[in-house]
T-cell receptor, first 113, second 112 residues
């Protein structure tokens, strides 16, 4: 089962900041939070990841609450090309010897003109 | 250019036939993955491999098989035991199981 909860859909006006929330209340102390996005019918694209500190790169910023039970992905100036499904993921152990990323349904972000 | 190549992009097969989807990477990554995506749904993990000659089942491995004889290659066979094989299949790789995933463009399988 997915360990994250995201709203199924969000809208954002072009040029405005898009703030995508994610709840991960059962996250373990050593689990990272990853964000990916998927444009229609393409493979997902990595955006950013973090453990406990806020992170920023050329695509987005990731804000993680102090208790690590939730996070927010921020696209500072959304463009029409940011319309995609955004996945918030925590690493899930599938066996004693390995890990893999468990993608849920994500948030469908629509950026409007 | 480095990347992941999946083939074929589109595939049609008759019910009851086995199908093999190809996934090749030249990124020198140790870990490789197969995901399945159904319309309007997220990705579900089928199999993953941390290293050559080793692979582990994901959430929905039944009806699928894989091999990892070479570092660069991780083919997925959809067998006749898979009850509903029509889907979009995505292959990914990462430098190790903790690294970011790089995805291929996907293979869309339709079983008639």
């Amino acid at each position: 089962d997915a360990k994250t909860t995201q709203p199924p859909s969000m809208d954002c006006a072009e040029g405005r900041a898009a703030n995508l929330p994610c709840n991960h209340s059962t996250i373990s102390g050593n689990e990272y939070v990853y964000w990916y996005r998927q444009i229609h019918s393409q493979g997902p694209q990595y955006i950013i990841h973090g453990l406990k500190n806020n992170e920023t790169n050329e695509m987005a910023s990731l804000i993680i609450t102090e208790d690590r039970k939730s996070s927010t992905l921020i696209l500072p100036h959304a463009t029409l090309r940011d319309t995609a499904v955004y996945y918030c993921i925590v690493r899930v152990p599938y066996s004693n010897s390995g890990y893999a990323l468990n993608f849920g349904k994500g948030t469908s972000l629509l950026v409007t003109p | 250019d480095g990347g992941i190549t999946q083939s074929p992009k589109y595939l049609f097969r008759k019910e009851g036939q086995n199908v093999t989807l190809s996934c090749e990477q030249n990124l020198n990554h140790d870990a490789m993955y197969w995901y399945r995506q159904d319309p309007g749904q997220g990705l579900r993990l089928i199999y993953y491999s941390q290293i050559v000659n080793d692979f582990q089942k994901g959430d929905i491995a039944e009806g699928y098989s894989v091999s990892r004889e070479k570092k660069e290659s991780f083919p997925l066979t959809v067998t006749s035991a898979q009850k509903n094989p029509t889907a979009f299949y995505l292959c990914a790789s990462s430098i190790d199981v903790y690294g970011e995933l790089f995805f291929g463009e996907g293979s869309r399988l339709t079983v008639l």
